[in-house]
Structures are given as C-alpha cells and as structure tokens.
C-alpha cells in the first residue's frame, strides 16, 4: 500500500499540471466562444433594430404573411393580364384610310373611306361620298374582312391596308 501511495504521489504532480493545462484550455475556449457570440449578438440587435419585433420568429411570421398577400395579390394582376390579352386581339385598334374623288368628272378629293378593324377582320367601314349636290356617308358593318353588303374597290382597298396596319 506504501508503494502505492509514493506512487500516486510521484505522478501528483503530473496530474495536477495536467489538469491545470487543461483548466486554461477550457478557459481560453470559453472567453473565444464568448467573444463571437457577443458579437453574434450585436449583429442580431442590429438587424432586429427598427423592425419592431422583439424576436427573430416574431419577424419570420410577419414576413411570410406579407409574402402571402404579395403571392395573392401577383396572382390576381396575372389573371387582370390574362383577361386583358383576351380582349386586346377584338379592340378596333387598327385604321385604314383612303381620300379620293368619287366622281372623276367633277369635284376634288373630298370623298373618304375608313376602316376599323381587330386582328380578326372584324369591324366596321365607313364611307362618305362627296359631289355637288350633297354628302352621303355609308357604314357597312365588317365579319372576317367581308361585309353583306356590296363593298367598292376604295373600301377593299383601306380594309387591305388596316389589316398591314398602315
């Protein structure tokens, strides 16, 4: 048992040193890791600053609920676009126009043909007649670029060009 005892306290001292050595180890990791959180901490507190929320969670909410309306409120433009792309092909945007003198003989260039149009041919075309009696103005109503009623060559002529879009 003596042997023991002597043996124990020869390596005492090993022990000891040991320890110590690994008492400051665990110290200078403590005070490292104490350092980043710190400053963890700081950057935490500066992104929260003048957000208005206390916690990090708090604000993850409140974000995913303002991206949900967001979502919904993109969803609803998307279905205004698509149901104006459906209207854009039947607006009368595209115009043909055509200045002529009806009756060779007499009179200027006073008489007139005029076509509204969508991409479909549809539409109408209006046509005024001038001499020196009077005016007459004519619309004839347009379905796919053909009319019911007798078209003059003027009036085929500015339903070709609102269809080019000149």
């Known amino acids: 048992m003596q042997e023991w005892n002597e043996l124990i306290l020869e390596q005492l001292v090993w022990v000891v040193i040991g320890l110590v050595i690994v008492v400051v180890w665990l110290l200078i990791w403590n005070l490292l890791q104490g350092s980043k959180l710190r400053k963890m901490r700081r950057k ?3 992104m929260m600053q003048g957000s208005g929320v206390e916690d990090l969670e708090s ?3 409140d ?3 303002q991206q949900g309306k967001i979502e919904d409120s993109q969803a ?3 279905n205004v676009i698509d149901q104006l792309l459906k209207l854009v092909p039947k607006q009368k945007a595209k115009i043909g126009m055509k200045r002529y003198n009806a009756f060779a003989e007499q ?3 006073l008489s007139f043909s005029v076509a509204f149009i969508n991409d479909e041919k549809n539409g109408v075309v209006i046509t005024g007649i001038y001499n020196r009696d009077g005016s007459y103005v004519y619309a004839k109503p347009l379905t796919n670029g053909e009319s019911p009623h007798a078209l003059s060559p003027e009036e ?4 070709a060009l609102a269809a080019k879009g000149e």
């Open 44 to 46: 935490y507190e500066l």
């Open 59 to 61: 604000l993850l909410i």
């Open 63 to 65: 974000l995913k609920i």
């Open 107 to 109: 009179g200027s260039e």
């Open 156 to 159: 085929v002529e500015v339903i």
């Open 76 to 78: 609803e433009q998307k």
